[in-house]
C-alpha cells in the first residue's frame, strides 16, 4: 500500500504566498516522478509542476517564475512553493507520484486526496 497526503492548503489573498507539501508512505521501492496537478470546479485536472528523481523539473506556462516545486528524495517528499498568487490559481491541488512498491513488478500511480487552494481577489 502507498498513500500520498498533501497539505498546506488554504485560503489566501490576491498576490500572496502558499506552501503544498506531499509526503508518500507505504511499502516504496523507489519514485521516479513526483508531480502536482490541480482541478478547478468545471475544468479538467491539469499538470502545474512535475519533478524527476534527479531534479528535472516542468511546469506549466501559467505558473513559470511563480510556483517552484522541490523534493527531498531520502523522505519521500515533495513541496510546492506557490509565490504571486492569483484568482485563477484557485483549484484542488493533488500530489502525484509514479512510484514503483516493494512487491509489485512495475511502477503505477498514485494519487493523494487533494487539498484546496482559494486565492482571493
Known amino acids: 500500500q502507498v498513500q500520498l497526503v498533501e497539505s498546506g492548503g488554504g485560503l489566501v489573498q490576491d498576490g500572496g504566498s502558499l506552501r503544498l507539501s506531499c509526503a508518500a508512505s507505504g511499502s516504496i521501492f523507489n519514485i521516479y516522478v513526483m508531480g502536482w496537478y490541480r482541478q478547478a470546479p468545471g475544468k479538467e485536472r491539469e499538470l502545474v509542476a512535475q519533478?524527476?528523481?534527479?531534479?528535472?523539473?516542468i511546469y506549466a506556462d501559467s505558473v513559470k517564475g511563480r510556483f517552484t516545486v522541490s523534493r527531498d528524495i531520502s523522505k519521500n517528499t515533495m513541496a510546492l512553493q506557490m509565490n504571486s498568487l492569483k484568482p485563477e490559481d484557485t483549484a484542488v491541488y493533488y500530489c502525484?507520484?509514479?512510484?514503483?512498491?516493494?512487491?509489485?513488478?512495475?511502477?503505477?500511480?498514485?494519487w493523494g486526496q487533494g487539498t484546496q487552494v482559494t486565492v482571493s481577489s
Open positions: 519533478i524527476s528523481s534527479i531534479g528535472n523539473t
Open positions: 502525484n507520484g509514479l512510484i514503483k512498491t516493494d512487491y509489485a513488478t512495475n511502477a503505477q500511480t498514485y
